[in-house]
């Protein structure tokens, strides 16, 4: 059965410290991974895009890994600011048919002051 | 480029009546657009597949008759909850793909529906 599993279900940190999020899927045939950033209330934004044959790929504070032999792949998120609290979901894409997305149940990432 | 629209953001509405909401593409043409639901503090359920001009693919357990889409126009499919119950009440985000990038979806900002 394809699955996305994510991890933590929530997490609280302080402004301007670090923060990493797991992925695990057992999705195939593989064909690409997302993370996706939604704002409460809001619709899913696309932070990377990663292959099969990427291994990290970084958009401004956000770097994402990607390690296709043991189907895991991680967001860390350098420096937080406020306005990273919302859910970030990690969405793996199935090869073949009609644009099939298995989607995470998501991290929810409360930043504080 | 590549923005998703929706019409409501959100929907009060009284049980046993319908509700429409509207996708758009904004900028780009989308033969296949996608409808979801989110429930509180859950993931994305893709409830149907739509393109232009044919009838929707609904996924298992969603009831076509109670969730009527139209994809009449390039840039214009619709979700109507027919006879709506309590336990419609959701969070219903729309996506759409174009042709010369059928690799992503481009989400909408989501519709907010309550059922009373």
């Known amino acids: 059965k394809n699955q996305v599993e994510q991890s933590p279900q929530s997490l609280i940190i302080l402004e301007g410290k670090n923060c990493t999020l797991q992925?695990?899927?057992?999705?195939?045939?593989?064909?690409?991974l997302r993370w996706y950033k939604q704002d409460t209330g809001r619709g899913p934004v696309s932070l990377t895009i990663?292959?099969?044959?990427?291994n990290t790929k970084s958009n401004g504070r956000y770097t994402a890994t990607l390690d296709a032999d043991t189907k895991q792949s991680s967001l860390h998120i350098t420096a937080s600011q406020l306005s990273d609290s919302a859910s970030y979901i990690c969405?793996?894409?199935?090869?073949?048919?009609?644009?099939?997305?298995?989607f995470g149940a998501g991290t929810r990432l409360a930043v504080h002051p | 480029g590549a923005v998703v629209s929706q019409h409501p953001s959100r929907v009060i509405c009284k049980s046993g009546t319908s509700v429409k909401i509207e996708c758009r593409s904004l900028?780009?043409?989308?033969?296949?657009m996608f409808w979801y639901r989110q429930f509180p503090k859950k993931s994305l359920m893709l409830m149907a597949t739509?393109?232009?001009?044919?009838?929707?693919?609904?996924e298992q357990g969603v009831e076509k008759d109670k969730f009527l889409i139209n994809h009449a126009s390039l840039t214009l499919s619709t979700l109507t909850v027919t006879s709506a119950h309590p336990e419609d009440s959701s969070f219903y985000i729309c996506?759409?793909?174009?042709?010369?990038?059928?690799?992503?979806?481009?989400f909408g900002p989501g519709t907010r529906l309550t059922v009373l």
């Open positions: 900028d780009f043409q989308a033969t296949t």
């Open positions: 996506s759409a793909s174009q042709p010369g990038r059928p690799n992503e979806q481009f």
């Open positions: 969405v793996v894409r199935v090869s073949g048919g009609y644009n099939k997305l298995i």
């Open positions: 992925c695990n899927y057992t999705v195939s045939p593989f064909s690409n």
């Open positions: 739509s393109n232009e001009g044919s009838k929707a693919t609904y």
């Open positions: 990663m292959t099969f044959s990427e």
